[in-house]
């Protein structure tokens, strides 16, 4: 056997020698130990003089006796370690047994045998006094006694850790079990062990305790956050109610273990094992093992065990696979509300007033006859829209201009084909009926795929400018054709006739959700994604047939139908490729795919929001729209900063739009010019209200009007609805500021609906690199973006598997500085989001609240709670924080008057006992040579006021302020003496016939502390009646209780009295 496996070590007295290790801690190591006298075996637990705060009651420990407790037997001390001598209980602990490669999750019926025991072993513990502070599977060891005895192990001195140890930087010990008082260190109390038994039913109803899939830190703080702890729910509701009284949130709330014994869950498990159950495992189990033991009075006892063996470990592995299942974790659908901007419909616009004059001078346009078209702002005839799209206001981007402008005047000579007759707008529209139906018929035979090029693209190019003039004749063409011979077309290798293919079925489908509805059924769907990506593999698609691409897809989103059936083919990761990184190149596709992402959220069906937050975002829309989010800022503050509008000769610089993943790089590289011109002939309008305290104007155009360069002065206002699919390219050659700002809060609140999405969809978005971004972006934003943008960050805080990339990303640093602002119709709201993440992040974490104490949030910590403002809720517990994080942050502390701040609230009930115990911890920590906690307390309101504090204390309140007080008396002896003599003695001595043994054992100990620095203590004895206080505490044994009378308290008092003795007689 290897010396890790023995020791033969013994102790001092020879008494005991360890040997095998069975069990380890986080703090101590459990070992099978052998007294030498007599031949037991005892357990011995060995744990580090460190993580131990006192060992002066383990002498009255090993008085408690219960048969659902383990016995202390004694102890000893080396110059490293205490080893506490403990009976030995040899069937192991619940939390062995019921692990997966064993038993597996326990029925209903079994754990109440066993939780009943453990309520049974509590309530004798609290009423000695004693907060067992560790309940969980671990410590409930199980004997080989009848009716399944357990007993509760591990309690007392020994597990009660220096606070100092506590750090969630790096949590060891129970924190899936611990209650969230113990966790905020409000204080450990008796109803901190009922959480934790809740916890441990858990436990063995599923193997693990709540959390349980989360590591420690992140499991504390939702412990903390949560309403309650998940409950399973396949569970019965009378365990169910049980479990939701354990977890109350007050631990004020929560019923004590007698009360917990009386539950219905309880009380029904017991009556039924009274009445032996049949369907129960556990008391086959039971009976089997009393029938073995009565047959080993006849002489058969190896027999009979054998066989009940046999039969119980067949039972029990049936029971086990009967009702284990891995403990799964269903993801939790967030709640997502998503901020999005009020719906509308598109604008509707006049077809035959669009088209209301004909062609009456055609040209032929060939490949290099593109040049005569100005850009010019005097060149009315020009125009950045095909006559497929004038109706939303959109226009493809090319490189080299406007290349397909199929107005009216620039058809072939042969636009109807008929003697050379041209439409005149002077001839009536049902005269040219006739002779439209016949060219109809025939520019439709011209649409096969053994056509020419020239033949197809002039027949598409004219079936548009006829559907333009005579809707119904799209009725007839779907009707005597279909999707499906343009379909074919789109396997034609030439772009031109893929072009003008798209911009004919555009035509067709424009404003009509039943054509959309056919088209998507004969799989055109597919089909034109083709044509939508970006990419080496898609060089042969000219931007052109991107965009029109685009907007079919686009149309698609108009309409619930459609919507869903884009979705269903993938369309969503399809507008996530609309959103590329240069923003001023591809302007119009950028809005195309923002539109279209918000019709997609706001599709009212049974399809969670979240799902599809989680398909966009595995996508990689993220840092696509934080990319966005940055030139549309830039955008936006220099279309302003250059009047409102920029125009095609405008040299303003362009937002930098390059990799993201570069934290270290330049936000806004300057270097590229026209970042707001109307480049390749993309305009735009605005169609989002903005929340934006500056003004803005949309450019409003009458129906049908084709777009053309409009100045500033003619823009008329105009409010539109944000979150809709409209024109945002309605402009021919400029664009308004409006239009970035408009867009720019479009990807704000996108942002934030993926902020509010789960885990999974918040994970990426807590990429540091794009947090960095969205940090440096704080100073360039206006008030609301910035709002925006904090509700985001907000949002990632409440989410733990977040705040250690938030820390990294220095979110801390960045969200301090907001806290400046006070001037503004939102500045309430920012301080709401910044003080509301900076709690989140810097709760049960000290890392992080020193970290924001050294960015300076003390004094405003302050101002919020002086102020009283309604933020005094985040500002109170974070400044209480402030004394537990480290040296620096209490010594900002007091230099802000943090002191005075926590003696202020004293006269708060709600935070009374957490600032008595911040007092506590700053005078604990008060190791300079000056001594200035210390100074400060001595101040005589000081000592007043802690007087009359423990005088008027609520009684619910009365338990948890003891300790505070015995950690200050016995730190500062001067403190110690100067309360005593100001009328805290007598106080205490008066409290003594409380009737709750905790609060009598603090009470002993802080009259113990008192006495041994009072400067008379004889006349400390004779005014107060001290030794008659003793001797009825002593007395009230005979009284005679359930558990035999509160054992450590008389012993303490006999203890006290004894000390008291001597001093009278010297």
């Not at 109803?191 to 809740?198: E, K, L, P, R, T």
């Not at 439409?423 to 002779?435: G, Q, R, S, W």
């Not at 686009?554 to 979705?567: A, E």
């Amino acid at each position: 056997m290897t010396s890790s496996q023995f020791n033969k070590s013994k102790s001092p007295d020879n008494k005991y020698m360890l040997g095998d290790e069975i069990g380890k801690g986080a703090y101590a190591r459990v070992y099978k130990g052998l007294d030498l006298k007599n031949g037991d075996f005892v357990a011995i637990k060995q744990v580090s003089l460190e993580n131990v705060v006192q060992d002066d009651d383990l002498n009255t420990i090993m008085n408690l006796n219960h048969k659902n407790i383990v016995k202390y037997l004694g102890s000893w001390k080396t110059k490293t370690h205490l080893h506490i001598i403990l009976e030995y209980v040899e069937n192991g602990s619940l939390a062995n047994n019921v692990k997966p490669n064993k038993f597996g999750p326990f029925p209903e019926s079994l754990v109440a045998v066993y939780i009943a025991q453990v309520l049974e072993g509590l309530v004798y513990l609290h009423e000695q006094g004693v907060i067992h502070r560790d309940i969980k599977g671990a410590n409930i060891l199980t004997t080989k006694e009848a009716c399944g005895l357990v007993k509760l192990a591990d309690f007392g001195v020994a597990t009660k850790l220096n606070e100092s140890e506590f750090d969630t930087n790096s949590v060891v010990g129970s924190p899936y079990w611990m209650a969230p008082e113990v966790i905020e260190l409000i204080g450990v109390c008796a109803a901190s062990d009922i959480w934790s038994v809740g916890c441990t039913v858990i436990e063995l109803l599923t193997c693990v305790p709540p959390y349980f899939d989360m590591q420690p830190s992140a499991a504390l703080y939702r412990i903390v956050q949560d309403d309650s702890p998940p409950i399973p729910d396949s569970l019965s509701p009378d365990i169910t109610d049980f479990l939701r009284q354990c977890f109350k949130k007050d631990s004020r709330q929560r019923p004590d273990a007698k009360t917990l014994l009386s539950h219905p869950w309880i009380r029904n498990s017991r009556r039924a094992l009274q009445s032996s159950l049949r369907n129960s495992e556990a008391i086959k189990y039971m009976k089997e093992v009393a029938a073995s033991s009565e047959k080993d009075d006849e002489g058969s006892q190896n027999v009979t065990e054998s066989l009940s063996a046999e039969k119980v470990g067949m039972s029990k592995t049936q029971k086990a696979s009967e009702h284990y299942e891995a403990p799964g974790n269903p993801e939790t659908e967030a709640s997502i509300q998503v901020d999005q901007p009020s719906s509308h419909s598109l604008v509707r616009k006049d077809e035959d007033h669009m088209l209301r004059k004909a062609v009456e001078t055609p040209s032929r346009i060939g490949g290099n006859e593109l040049s005569g078209f100005s850009d010019t702002p005097g060149n009315e005839a020009s125009t950045s829209m095909p006559p497929s799209h004038a109706i939303k206001g959109y226009s493809p981007v090319a490189d080299g201009g406007d290349p397909f402008l199929l107005m009216m005047g620039v058809l072939k000579d042969d636009v109807v084909g008929i003697d050379g007759l041209v439409f005149n707008e002077n001839v009536p529209a049902e005269n040219l009926y006739p002779l439209q139906a016949v060219e109809f018929s025939r520019l439709v035979s011209f649409l096969g795929p053994d056509e020419s090029e020239d033949a197809i693209v002039s027949s598409c190019e004219k079936l548009v400018v006829m559907f333009r003039q005579r809707p119904e004749q799209k009725t007839v063409f779907v009707t005597q054709h279909g999707f499906l011979p343009l379909m074919d077309l789109l396997d034609a290798p030439k772009s031109p006739v893929i072009y003008a293919v798209l911009q004919l079925i555009n035509e067709i489908v424009k404003d009509n959700t039943e054509f959309k509805e056919n088209a998507c059924l004969v799989g055109l769907i597919p089909v034109v994604m083709n044509f939508a990506g970006s990419g080496p593999e898609r060089d042969d698609h000219s931007q052109e047939i991107r965009m029109e691409a685009a907007y079919f897809l686009l149309q698609l989103c108009q309409s619930s139908s459609t919507l869903q059936m884009f979705i269903a083919c993938g369309g969503i990761p399809v507008l996530v490729g609309f959103i590329e990184a240069d923003y001023a190149k591809h302007r119009c596709m950028v809005h195309l795919a923002i539109d279209g992402m918000w019709q997609v959220f706001k599709l009212k069906k049974s399809t969670p929001i979240n799902d599809f937050c989680r398909i966009a975002a595995k996508s990689g829309v993220l840092p696509r729209l934080i990319n966005t989010f940055v030139s549309l800022n830039e955008a936006t503050r220099l279309a302003y900063t250059s009047g409102g509008l920029l125009s095609v000769d405008g040299q303003a610089p362009q937002a930098h739009s390059g990799q993201l993943d570069q934290p270290e790089s330049s936000l806004i590289v300057i270097d590229q010019p026209d970042v707001l011109t109307t480049s390749h002939g993309c305009g735009e309008e605005p169609s989002h209200a903005s929340t934006s305290n500056s003004q803005r104007t949309d450019i409003h155009q009458p129906d049908g009007d084709r777009p053309r360069l409009i100045s500033v002065a003619s823009h008329a206002t105009e409010k539109v609805r944000p979150g809709s699919i409209t024109s945002s390219c309605s402009l021919a050659h400029m664009v308004s500021g409006d239009v970035a700002s408009e867009y720019l809060e479009k990807v704000a609140d996108l942002l934030l609906v993926f902020a509010r999405a789960d885990t999974t969809v918040k994970s990426h978005m807590c990429s540091q690199s794009l947090l960095s971004l969205l940090f440096k972006m704080f100073n360039r934003v206006e008030t609301p973006i910035l709002l925006k943008i904090l509700e985001c960050i907000n949002h990632l805080s409440t989410d733990p598997n977040c705040l250690e990339t938030l820390q990294r990303a220095n979110a801390i640093k960045h969200l301090i500085p907001n806290l400046d602002l006070k001037e503004g119709n939102l500045v309430y709201q920012i301080h709401h989001e910044v003080l509301s993440a900076l709690f989140n992040l810097c709760k049960i974490n000290k890392r992080r609240q020193e970290q924001a104490a050294d960015h300076g949030i003390i004094p405003h910590l302050m101002h919020f709670i002086m102020s009283a403002s309604s933020l005094k809720q985040y500002a109170l517990p974070l400044l209480c924080d402030m004394a537990h994080a480290s040296h620096n942050s209490r010594e900002q502390l007091r230099a802000h008057g943090g002191l005075d701040v926590y003696m202020s609230l004293l006269d708060d009930e709600s935070w009374s006992v957490i600032a008595l115990d911040s007092l506590a911890v700053c005078l604990a920590h008060d190791n300079d040579s000056n001594h200035k906690v210390e100074q400060a307390l001595l101040k005589k309101d000081a000592v007043q006021k802690l007087v009359r504090f423990f005088k008027s204390c609520p009684e619910r309140h009365f338990v948890h302020i003891l300790e505070p007080f015995l950690k200050i008396i016995t730190k500062s002896y001067r403190i110690n003496k100067t309360l005593a003599v100001n009328g805290l003695t007598s106080l205490l001595v008066s409290r003594l016939d409380h009737q709750d043994a905790i609060v009598r054992l603090n009470l002993l100990k802080l009259i113990k502390a008192v006495y041994e620095h009072h400067p008379k203590p004889k006349q400390l004895i004779v005014e107060n009646n001290l030794p008659q206080k003793l001797q009825n505490l002593i007395g009230e044994r005979r009284a005679g209780q359930s558990s035999g009378g509160q054992v450590l308290v008389k012993q303490m008092a006999t203890s006290l009295l004894k000390a008291l003795y001597i001093n009278t007689v010297l």
